[in-house]
């Protein structure tokens, strides 16, 4: 997904800051409106499980069980 994926790299430009890459991001993507929370959620998800995709602790379970 671009956005993820633009939001990122913003997020690297700003240094780990997310409230600064909020606003590169909003520079760039005037009509993208991202709370700055979420350049810190895919960073910890691309960090910790190595993909830009939300971790599901249900994935591989039985619907009973």
């Not at 979420?38 to 190595?50: E, M, T």
């Amino acid at each position: 997904n671009l956005d993820v994926a633009d939001s990122h790299l913003m997020y690297g430009l700003g240094e780990g800051n997310a409230r600064y890459a909020q606003r590169l991001y909003q520079e760039k993507f005037p009509d993208r409106r991202p709370d700055w929370k979420k350049f810190q959620s895919i960073d910890s998800r691309l960090r910790g499980h190595g993909t830009f995709k939300p971790a599901s602790r249900d994935w591989g379970k039985t619907q009973n069980g």
